[in-house]
């Protein structure tokens, strides 16, 4: 079983960096597929960025010039760096993977970490 923990998130002044961690423990081979994505109360859950293992990076032209979504297959690590913060990135965030193990293929999400900016 795989789990996700998302930890970095915090209150911040607009103008301010955050960088986010999503820590992936079990016996995992790879991720195929690593994404970050937030919710703000009341609003549907959207997709922030995604990166294909060997293929394409996506963001939300929201976050665009501004976050960077990366990953270390060896420490099982995902990361969200967030720089420039705006008071509408406030949301709870979330990672979201497609891992590769010994027992197959696994996706699923972490319980998220909370960004609130305020001016």
């Known amino acids: 079983q795989v789990q996700l923990v998302e930890s970095g998130g915090g209150l911040v002044q607009a103008g301010e960096s955050l960088r986010l961690t999503c820590a992936a423990s079990?016996?995992?081979?790879?991720?195929?597929?690593m994404a970050w994505y937030r919710q703000a109360p009341g609003s549907e859950r959207e997709l922030v960025a995604e990166?294909?293992?060997?293929?394409?990076?996506t963001y939300a032209d929201s976050v665009k010039g501004r976050f960077t979504i990366s990953g270390d297959n060896a420490k099982n690590m995902v990361y969200l760096q967030m720089n420039s913060l705006k008071p509408e990135d406030t949301a709870m965030y979330y990672c979201?993977?497609?891992?590769?193990?010994?027992?197959?293929?696994?996706?699923?999400w972490g319980q998220g970490t909370q960004v609130t900016v305020y001016s």
């Open positions: 079990g016996n995992i081979f790879r991720f195929d597929e």
């Open positions: 979201n993977v497609v891992a590769a193990g010994d027992w197959g293929t696994w996706h699923g």
């Open positions: 990166k294909i293992s060997g293929g394409s990076t």
